[in-house]
């Protein structure tokens, strides 16, 4: 069982989280968005092999956060609120 | 030297103290070009360059495996061959491999050990069974073979499962494909490996692909950690690695990584002729022909690319595994791994040319690409030689998702991936 860093409860089982998507994923605004512009904020993913930068949501608080976690080893670097700039 | 595998080579080789075999496959030095290069030598990629050989006459091929050959997800799985699919244009593709796959120990002079013992997915409510009634009807319109079970049906089949009233998931009946099986996975990759290096293709270990040749916008061979194989077409099949190689390629795919994590249990005696699924547990188990059994579940939610997986799905697989054969708590675990798949939104793979011409791709087979190899195969050779789309694979180019034409097996075939 790993432990994630929740920013508000501190750390929890993994169990408890939920993986929301990549990080920085910022949804098209505007009627003239083109089918592939579209497709690729729907479903085109870097899914990086090392650090990522993504959304979690920790399930039993309610919270949306920012976790800066490694693919490969699973460590986590860094775990922040969501500043409401990141989708 | 012998070469063909047959009873009367055993038995000559047995009269002679085996000394005569010849290595199943070669050990090339990388060429500098070939007509054709194939990135993984998994099931998908040896397949390619076997079909790419024998159907197509190209024969100066490179496979190149980072590792050793069907050390990635073709050695990770449970080795389950099913067709069980909703939309006809899957059933096209999986019928295909099903097709291919009972001929294939022939067809490779390699014995996969296919074993086409019969697969019942287990129904635990009313509304599950109409459900089922509705996957049987379409599969039988797709002519594929299915048969809407009822509870006594599962209990000829499974009479060991838990039938028990007081059952978390009661048993309503299921969904059974007779032809479904299982092979001997690793033989799937040494069979295609072996019969692709008789017809002269070299396939070569511990060879990473690092770059691609990127001239005039197109693709012209690979910067791999033996140095630069040039070739004017190059085929991926990388799994669960394919967002990591069309990154050096300079695109991105409609792909997310995950484990999938299985387990075999300590080798008993025959107990389980068939494979068995529940939808209530997720859980599926076969057993080997070691007697070992083979388990296997649901995803770890968490993207990754460490090839072992995290305690808390294991233990919902194992959970899952005692509620539907409550005899087998009594047994060990005696492995546990992971391979790392390529998980599409829609559940169903992605063939075709690549954003980068003269790239093409075979992924997204998420968790059930081992039984599709011989077909992946096919279609990623027929890509490789041709340029252009085989019929079977047009529907699964990487442009549906800017289309909207998803095949959604998800939704359709209730494929939990």
């Known amino acids: ?87 | 030297m012998t070469r063909r595998y047959s009873a009367l080579s055993l038995l000559k080789e047995g009269l002679t103290g085996h000394r005569g075999w010849a290595p199943a496959w070669r050990t090339p030095v990388p060429k500098t070009s070939y007509d054709a290069i194939v990135i993984g030598g998994g099931g998908h990629g040896l397949a390619a360059a076997y079909y790419l050989a024998k159907t197509h006459g190209i024969r100066r091929t490179a496979v190149l495996e980072k590792g050793w050959i069907g050390g990635g997800n073709t050695g990770r799985n449970t080795t389950v061959i099913r067709s069980n699919y909703f939309y006809p244009e899957s059933v096209a593709l999986y019928g295909l491999s099903h097709r291919l796959y009972k001929s294939l120990s022939a067809e490779l002079n390699y014995n996969i050990m296919f074993s086409p013992r019969g697969m019942v997915t287990v129904c635990h409510s009313e509304a599950e069974m109409e459900i089922a009634a509705r996957t049987v009807n379409a599969m039988q319109i797709n002519g594929v073979d299915a048969e809407l079970f009822s509870s006594e049906d599962v209990r000829r089949v499974a009479p060991i499962y838990n039938f028990s009233p007081k059952a978390r998931f009661p048993v309503h009946g299921g969904v059974w494909q007779p032809s479904a099986g299982v092979a001997r996975h690793d033989a799937v990759a040494w069979g295609y490996a072996r019969a692709a290096s008789g017809l002269g293709v070299d396939i070569i270990q511990n060879c990473e692909a690092l770059g691609f040749i990127i001239e005039a916008g197109r693709c012209r061979g690979v910067e791999t950690s033996l140095g630069p194989i040039r070739a004017e077409r190059t085929g991926m099949a990388v799994a669960g690695h394919s967002s990591a190689l069309a990154a050096l390629a300079g695109f991105k795919l409609p792909i997310n990584s995950y484990a999938l994590q299985a387990c075999v249990s300590e080798p008993v005696k025959p107990i389980l002729d068939t494979v068995v699924t529940s939808l209530g547990t997720g859980t599926y188990v076969s057993q080997s022909d070691k007697g070992e059994l083979v388990i296997g579940g649901g995803l770890d939610r968490i993207p990754s690319y460490a090839q072992r997986g995290n305690l808390p799905v294991l233990e919902t697989v194992i959970a899952g595994l005692i509620e539907m054969f409550p005899a087998f708590g009594q047994l060990k675990l005696m492995r546990q791994w992971a391979g790392i798949v390529d998980v599409v939104p829609d559940s169903s793979p992605i063939i075709g040319e690549s954003p980068l011409p003269g790239l093409y791709l075979n992924c997204g087979w998420g968790t059930g690409g081992f039984k599709a190899i011989p077909a992946g195969g096919t279609m990623l050779a027929h890509l490789l030689a041709k340029g252009a789309h085989h019929p079977i694979s047009r529907p699964f180019d990487l442009s549906r998702f800017a289309k909207g034409r998803l095949i959604d097996e998800a939704a359709g075939s209730g494929i939990a991936h």
């Open chain 1, 1 to 87: 069982m790993q432990l994630f860093p929740c920013p508000f409860c501190g750390p929890r089982d993994e169990t408890e989280f939920h993986y929301g998507g990549e990080a920085g994923n910022v949804r098209p605004e505007g009627a003239n968005v083109s089918a592939d512009f579209w497709a690729n904020y729907l479903w085109f993913r870097a899914n990086p092999t090392g650090p990522s930068r993504e959304i979690w949501m920790h399930m039993t608080c309610g919270e949306f956060f920012v976790m800066t976690r490694d693919a490969s080893t699973h460590v986590v670097a860094d775990s922040s609120p969501n500043s409401g700039r990141e989708p």
